[in-house]
């Protein structure tokens, strides 16, 4: 088991990871995502629709639900119906049938950019005036209710649980408990740039950084997470939203025309083979790495997430690599083929 996870490892590491992304299907401008079972649902926003595909099977085929919408923007599914908001409101309809009949649920006078359902409850962002708000989704002619007020451009909304997260067009995502009576804002990180989407499974929050074209994830369950950039597309896509179904990471390519797909699973490779005996430090890291634990002399070569070697050489216990010129993001230091140990710099 252990030759197996190591030479699928190696393939990892020698591999781009951006060839290792593959196309589920095309679209104009793919903005909003959402799955039931194994169909992923989707907003194309330049031909106002809203449609689906089974992710599967090989080489799907789209299926509109519906047509001859007003730039449709953001999606959630919550069993049969399908809740979705144009620019005078949020509507609904029922996936099941043949030709759906949009329904009205509220109007709105402010574009919603992402919907997010928990039990009977639809949240919504207000962008301009840095409000969240909620509908009860089983009342008839509901009204919208505040839940929290004075943030800075909210965009996209995701739960865990009870916490609900927010993105920020700044930079940040910050989180709420809705049980809690106060709604106290939690900060959980900054430094990103325009997350217009995330997904989150496990303890992981993935990010579609939408002006850096690049996917990047933190743990949630860290005090101080630090941004890992998983992806970096060297043209610019527009990652607008992402959904996971099983262990594949859907992309939403908006300047694109397509949505991709992305296995996940293939990092959790590294995690299972890092060498507890050796060691980098400090990690993350600004200008240098210590390598601790090597019982002799070893050659070395570090990695960048696209499987370009960036430096090599040969290394010793308790020696340094300058890391100052790298840029930053996530990185793999692969030892005499025998380990690999992934580190990430840091600047900020």
């Keep these: 088991m252990k030759n197996t996870i190591y030479i699928l490892l190696c393939f990892f590491i020698k591999t781009s990871l951006s060839s290792q992304v593959s196309t589920l299907v095309s679209s104009s401008f793919p903005q909003s995502l959402d799955f039931h079972e194994n169909e992923l649902y989707y907003v194309d926003r330049f031909l106002g629709s809203i449609n689906k ?3 599967s099977i090989n080489n799907p085929t789209s299926i509109n639900l519906i047509t001859g919408l007003d730039y449709p923007q953001s999606i959630a599914l919550n069993g049969v119906y399908l809740f979705y908001a144009l620019s005078d409101g949020i509507y609904k309809i029922n996936v099941t049938e043949e030709l759906p009949n949009p329904i009205l649920i509220v109007n709105t006078s402010f574009q919603v950019r992402s919907l997010a359902i928990r039990e009977n409850e639809l949240y919504f962002p207000d962008t301009t005036n840095g409000n969240i708000s909620k ?3 089983n009342t008839n002619n509901p009204s919208i209710e505040n839940i929290i007020s004075g943030l ?3 965009i996209a909304l995701e739960f865990k649980g009870k916490e609900l997260y927010i993105s920020h067009n700044h930079g940040t995502i910050s989180k709420i408990d809705i049980n809690s009576e106060t709604s106290n804002i939690i900060d959980i990180i900054s430094g990103l740039d325009s997350p217009y989407g995330m997904a989150i499974t496990n303890n992981y929050i993935y990010i579609a950084e939408f002006s850096q074209s690049r996917i990047s994830k933190i743990n949630i369950n860290l005090n101080n ?4 950039v998983i992806l970096e597309y060297p043209n610019v896509i527009g990652p607008e939203d992402l959904a996971i179904n099983r262990s594949t990471l859907y992309i939403a390519e908006s300047f694109g ?17 890092s060498n507890k005996y050796i060691q980098i430090y400090p990690n993350p890291t600004k200008d ?12 070395f070569s570090i990695y960048n997430t696209i ?10 216990n308790m020696e340094m690599i300058e890391t100052k010129n ?6 793999f230091l692969k030892l005499d083929n025998e380990t690999i140990l992934k580190f990430v710099k840091n600047d900020f």
């Design 307 to 316: 499987g370009q070697k960036v430096m090599s050489g040969v290394i010793s």
């Design 225 to 228: 997470p630090t941004i890992e």
């Design 288 to 299: 240098f790495i210590f390598v601790k634990g090597l019982s002799q002399i070893k050659n």
């Design 53 to 55: 595909v089974d992710v």
């Design 135 to 137: 509908i009860d989704i």
């Design 152 to 154: 800075t451009s909210p």
């Design 257 to 273: 025309a397509k949505i991709s797909k992305f296995d996940i699973s293939t990092l959790n490779l590294l995690e299972q083979t």
């Design 326 to 331: 790298l840029s930053n993001g996530v990185y």
